[in-house]
C-alpha cells in the first residue's frame, strides 16, 4: 500500500457543507485533472472547471514528467477523490488548497481560483514559512544579507515573468567578503497567468520578505519561502532545485590566478597559519594556566565558606582510589564538562565523581557555579552534592550515585526501558515538577534559580526510580525582585531552549517551563525531541508539531511510547498532553508558571486553558538522519505557519 504524504500546510477557505452537486462536481474534477496529467508526462500543470468549480494542479519548474505526474495523482487519490471521508482534506469545504514541497492542488468554488490576479489579495491561502537560522545584526552582516537576498529574488522574479516559457527561474548569488558563500534563490507563477501579473504577483511577494524574514532586533532568517495559489518564492543557503544553464548567477567570483598558483599560495598560508596559531595557543596556554592556578586558590577559600556538615572536601587520593584511578570500568558518561565516573569510598558508600577536563576553560567557571548552586539546596527531587576535590589543579564534584543513571540512558536501553510503566512516568513527571518549583519559588530565600538545562540525560534515577535534576553548571540565580528577564548567552541544549531565548537571549523561569513541557512529551512518547517523526522530500515533523495534531485530532494513543503496550489511563494521557502544549507555547506569557503545572498534575479538578500552536511549529528537522543523535545539540530548521496580510 502506498504511504500518504503529509503536506507541508493546507488550508480549507470558507467552511460552507458541501451540497452533493458540488460534491459532485468536485470529484469530477479531479478524476478531469489526473487524466490530463497522465495524458501527458511532459506537463507539470493542468487547470480545469466542472460546474462552479475550478481546479488546478502544479508542479515545481524542476520537479515535471513522470515524477510530477505520479506524485500529483497520489495526492488526489489519497486527499480528494478517496472514498473514505474521514481521510478527505477539508470535507465541509468547496475550497481546499494543499501545498507540498515539489508540487501542489487546489479547488475553488464560484471560479474564484480561475480568475485573474488581482493583487496579494487574491494569492490567498498563502503560507509562509521561514529558516531557524539566522544573520546576526550584531555581526553587521544581517544587512548585507538582506540585500543580496532581495537583489537575488528580483532578478530571479524578472527572468520568470520575462524570458522563461514556464514562468519559473532560479537564481544564485555569491556573498561574503571573498565571495565564497552563495545563496539559492526561485521564483513561479502559474503558467496561465499574463507576464505581467505574474511579475506583479511575485512583486508582491518580494515587497513582504523584509517583513517576514527579519526580526525585531534586525536578525535576518537565513532562508524562507512564501507560497501562494498564483505565484511563489523561496530562498536559501542550501541548494534546494536542480540547477540548469538558465539558472541566473549574481556576483559570481572572478577566477585570476592559475589553479597551481591558487594552490601554492594556499598551502603556503596555511602553514603561516598553523604556526602562528600554534605559537598564540601557547602564549594564551601559559596565561591561562597562570590565571587558573591564581583562581583555584580564590575558589578554594570561597568553596570553604559554602560548605557545611552536608558538604565535604574530599583528598584527591581518596577519588582516584575509590575509582579504580578513573578508571574506564568505572566511567558512567561526559557530563557538562567532563566525565563522571563510579566510586566506592572507604566506609563503603557508592559515589558519582564528575572530573573537569583540563582543557576546559568553561568548566572552571561552571564547576563553581555549581558549588555556588547546589552546597545548600535540599530537595528529594534535586541530586545531592556530598561534596568536591580542588587539589593538584584537578576539580571534581562528588554526588551521591544513582544506580539508574539517567533517562536519557533509559530510554536507550531497551531492558531498562520496560521498567517505566505508565505509573512510574507519571511519577517521574511530578517529581521533575515538584524540583521546578523548589528552584524557582523556594531554594533560597528572596532568590529563584533557572536550571537552563533541563533534558532527558539530566534526570537521574534512583533505585526506586525516583527522579533527581542534576548538572547546575549553568544555571543563574537571581534576586527574587528582578523578575524582569534578562539578555544572555545563549547557552544549553538545541531542542530544548525557550523560542525566546533563541532569538532575544531572553532568560526567565519560563525557559525551564518550557523544556518541561518538551521532557513530557519525551517521557510519553518515547521519542526524542530532536529525532524525525514524519519523512517526506526530506521533511521531517518535530515532536512539538506531532504532539499538537495528535491533541487536535483527538487520536491521543497516537503518541504513546509502544513499549507500554497499551496499559495507562487515557484521561490521565489527555491531561498531560494539554499540560505539555500550554508549556510549550510560543509565548512565554502564555505558558503556566510551574507551581500551577504541578498543581494541574497532581489535581484532576483544576481545569486546563486551550494551548495555543507550539513553538517551533512546523518545524523540518533538516536531515532526518542527522536529527537522530543525542540531545546534545542537533541543529534544525523551523516554519513558522501563518496567512499573509
Same mark, same amino acid.
Given at each position: 500500500m502506498t504511504t500518504r504524504v503529509k503536506p507541508l500546510y493546507y488550508d480549507c477557505g470558507c467552511f460552507n457543507a458541501a451540497n452533493d452537486s458540488n460534491? /459532485?462536481?468536485?470529484?469530477?474534477? *479531479?478524476?478531469?485533472?489526473?487524466?490530463?496529467?497522465?495524458?501527458?508526462?511532459?506537463?507539470?500543470?493542468?487547470?480545469y472547471t466542472v460546474g462552479s468549480v475550478f481546479g488546478f494542479v502544479l508542479c515545481r519548474g524542476d520537479y515535471n514528467g513522470s515524477n510530477c505526474a505520479d506524485r500529483l495523482n497520489q495526492t488526489i487519490k489519497d486527499y480528494i477523490s478517496v472514498t473514505d471521508t474521514n481521510q478527505i482534506i477539508c470535507p465541509s469545504?468547496?475550497?481546499? @488548497?494543499?501545498?507540498?514541497?515539489?508540487?501542489?492542488?487546489?479547488?475553488?468554488?464560484?471560479?474564484?481560483?480561475?480568475?485573474?490576479?488581482?493583487?496579494?489579495?487574491?494569492?490567498? &491561502? *498563502?503560507?509562509?514559512?521561514?529558516?531557524?537560522?539566522?544573520?546576526?545584526?550584531?555581526?553587521g552582516a544581517a544587512g548585507f544579507y538582506g540585500e543580496r537576498v532581495l537583489e537575488l529574488l528580483n532578478k530571479t522574479a524578472s527572468y520568470a515573468a520575462s524570458n522563461s516559457s514556464k514562468l519559473y527561474a532560479t537564481g544564485k548569488s555569491w556573498f561574503g567578503e571573498a565571495g565564497v558563500s552563495i545563496m539559492y534563490g526561485l521564483a513561479q507563477c502559474r503558467p496561465d497567468?499574463? =507576464?505581467?501579473?505574474?511579475?506583479?504577483?511575485?512583486?508582491?511577494?518580494?515587497?513582504?520578505? &523584509?517583513?517576514?524574514?527579519?526580526? &525585531? *532586533?534586525?536578525?535576518?532568517?537565513?532562508?524562507?519561502r512564501i507560497l501562494g495559489v498564483w505565484c511563489n518564492l523561496r530562498f536559501e543557503t542550501?541548494?534546494?532545485?536542480?540547477?540548469?544553464?538558465?539558472?541566473?548567477?549574481?556576483?559570481?567570483?572572478?577566477?585570476?590566478?592559475?589553479?597551481?598558483?591558487?594552490?601554492?599560495?594556499?598551502?603556503?598560508?596555511f602553514v603561516v597559519f598553523v604556526l602562528c596559531l600554534n605559537l598564540i595557543g601557547a602564549i594564551i596556554q601559559r596565561i591561562r594556566d597562570r590565571k587558573l592556578q591564581r583562581e583555584l586558590g580564590e575558589w578554594h577559600n570561597e568553596v570553604m565558606r559554602e560548605i557545611d556538615s552536608r558538604f565535604s572536601l574530599y583528598h584527591f587520593t581518596m577519588i582516584r582510589d575509590a575509582t579504580g584511578n578513573f578508571s574506564e570500568e568505572n566511567e558512567l558518561g561526559f557530563g557538562s564538562f567532563g566525565f563522571v565516573y563510579r566510586g566506592i569510598l572507604p566506609?563503603?558508600?557508592?559515589?558519582?565523581?564528575?572530573?573537569?577536563?583540563?582543557?576546559?576553560?568553561?568548566?572552571?567557571?561552571?564547576?563553581?557555579?555549581?558549588i555556588k548552586l547546589i552546597v545548600k539546596l535540599q530537595h528529594a527531587n534535586l541530586v545531592r552534592?556530598?561534596?568536591?576535590?580542588?587539589?593538584?589543579?584537578?576539580?571534581?564534584?562528588?554526588?551521591?550515585y544513582l544506580p539508574? =543513571?539517567?533517562?536519557?540512558?533509559?530510554?536507550?536501553?531497551?531492558?531498562? =526501558?520496560?521498567?517505566?510503566?505508565?505509573? @512510574?512516568?507519571?511519577?517521574?513527571?511530578? /517529581?521533575?515538577?515538584?524540583?521546578?518549583?523548589?528552584l524557582h519559588n523556594f531554594s533560597e530565600p528572596q532568590k529563584f534559580i533557572v536550571h537552563r538545562d533541563m533534558k532527558l540525560s539530566n534526570i537521574l534515577l534512583d533505585s526506586e526510580m525516583n527522579p533527581k535534576i542534576s548538572d547546575f553548571g549553568i544555571s543563574r540565580i537571581y534576586d527574587l525582585g528582578a523578575i524582569e528577564p534578562e539578555p544572555t548567552d545563549v547557552v544549553g541544549t538545541r531542542g530544548y531552549m525557550a523560542p525566546e531565548y533563541m532569538r532575544e537571549r531572553i532568560l526567565s523561569v519560563k525557559y525551564d517551563v518550557f523544556s518541561f513541557g518538551v521532557l513530557l512529551l519525551e517521557i510519553i512518547s518515547g521519542r526524542r525531541v530532536n529525532v524525525a517523526v514524519f519523512t517526506d522530500?526530506?521533511?521531517?515533523?518535530?515532536?512539538?508539531?506531532?504532539?499538537?495534531?495528535?491533541?487536535?485530532?483527538?487520536?491521543?494513543?497516537?503518541?504513546?511510547?509502544?513499549?507500554?503496550?497499551?496499559?495507562?489511563?487515557?484521561?490521565?494521557?489527555?491531561? =498531560?498532553?494539554?499540560?505539555?502544549?500550554?508549556?510549550?507555547?510560543?509565548?512565554?506569557? *502564555?505558558?503556566?508558571?510551574?507551581?500551577?503545572?504541578?498543581?494541574?498534575?497532581?489535581?484532576?479538578?483544576?481545569?486546563? &486553558?486551550?494551548p495555543q500552536p507550539p513553538a517551533y511549529f512546523n518545524l523540518q528537522l533538516g536531515n532526518a538522519e542527522a536529527s537522530a543523535s543525542n540531545d546534545n545539540g542537533t541543529v534544525f530548521h523551523t516554519a513558522r505557519a501563518h496567512q499573509v496580510p
Open positions: 460534491y /459532485g462536481n468536485r470529484m469530477s474534477l *479531479a478524476s478531469k485533472l489526473m487524466e490530463n496529467i497522465s495524458a501527458s508526462h511532459d506537463n507539470f500543470f493542468a487547470s469545504s468547496m475550497d481546499v @488548497t494543499i501545498y507540498y514541497d515539489q508540487h501542489m492542488v487546489s479547488f475553488f468554488s464560484s471560479g474564484g481560483g480561475g480568475e485573474e490576479y488581482k493583487g496579494l489579495g487574491s494569492n490567498v &491561502p *498563502a503560507w509562509v514559512a521561514s529558516n531557524m537560522n539566522y544573520v546576526m545584526n550584531s555581526t497567468m499574463r =507576464r505581467d501579473h505574474c511579475q506583479q504577483c511575485l512583486n508582491d511577494l518580494i515587497l513582504k520578505v &523584509p517583513e517576514k524574514f527579519t526580526t &525585531p *532586533a534586525g536578525d535576518h532568517c537565513v532562508g524562507g542550501e541548494l534546494f532545485f536542480e540547477v540548469t544553464q538558465e539558472t541566473r548567477k549574481l556576483h559570481k567570483p572572478k577566477s585570476q590566478l592559475s589553479k597551481v598558483n591558487i594552490t601554492l599560495i594556499t598551502i603556503a598560508g566506609d563503603g558508600l557508592e559515589i558519582a565523581v564528575k572530573r573537569l577536563d583540563a582543557s576546559s576553560w568553561q568548566g572552571s567557571t561552571e564547576f563553581l557555579n555549581e552534592l556530598l561534596g568536591c576535590c580542588l587539589q593538584r589543579n584537578e576539580m571534581i564534584l562528588v554526588y551521591e539508574n =543513571r539517567s533517562l536519557d540512558y533509559v530510554f536507550s536501553d531497551p531492558a531498562s =526501558r520496560d521498567s517505566l510503566n505508565w505509573s @512510574t512516568r507519571l511519577r517521574i513527571i511530578d /517529581g521533575i515538577a515538584q524540583g521546578l518549583v523548589y522530500y526530506g521533511r521531517s515533523d518535530h515532536l512539538l508539531t506531532h504532539a499538537w495534531h495528535i491533541w487536535r485530532g483527538e487520536k491521543y494513543n497516537q503518541l504513546v511510547d509502544p513499549s507500554l503496550r497499551g496499559v495507562y489511563q487515557m484521561l490521565e494521557l489527555r491531561r =498531560r498532553i494539554q499540560i505539555a502544549l500550554l508549556c510549550i507555547q510560543e509565548n512565554p506569557d *502564555a505558558r503556566p508558571h510551574m507551581r500551577e503545572v504541578s498543581t494541574m498534575l497532581s489535581n484532576n479538578d483544576v481545569s486546563l &486553558p486551550i
